[in-house]
């Protein structure tokens, strides 16, 4: 079991700058994927960004966000991160991290992943 909680959301203006968390707990941190998602009002929820087991692991990224974000994680805190610069209102939407404890690269479909936070709000003005 993993349970995963999310942090750093809130309301920031177009071109500003919020770090998200997630913290993990249960199963070891270091033994599973993490990726970061998104869900906007009446809209699918799409991949954001994945990185693999090991703290400087290989990462991947929707072409949306390419650039500006930044996904990274801390096996020693048990805790990943979304750095999210210059901001775009188009990026308001429930954040989600979540874990995939399969064996896969570079995997987006949110069917992967297992265990899933209760998501943090980031909305965007323009």
């Known amino acids: 079991q993993v349970q995963l909680v999310e942090s750093g959301g809130g309301l920031v203006q177009a071109g500003g700058s919020l770090r998200l968390s997630c913290a993990a707990s249960g199963r070891t941190f270091s033994s599973y994927a993490m990726g970061w998602f998104r869900q906007a009002p009446g809209k699918e929820r799409e991949f954001v960004a994945r990185i693999s087991r090991s703290s400087s692991g290989n990462t991947v990224y929707a072409d949306s966000v390419k650039g500006r974000f930044t996904i990274s994680r801390d096996n020693a805190k048990n805790t990943v991160y979304l750095q999210m610069n210059s901001l775009k209102p188009e990026d308001t939407a429930v954040y989600y991290c979540?874990?995939?404890?399969?064996?896969?690269?570079?995997?987006?479909?949110?069917?992967?992943?297992?265990?899933w936070g209760q998501g943090t709000q980031v909305t965007v003005s323009s």
């Open positions: 979540a874990a995939d404890t399969g064996v896969g690269h570079l995997r987006r479909n949110p069917s992967f992943y297992d265990y």
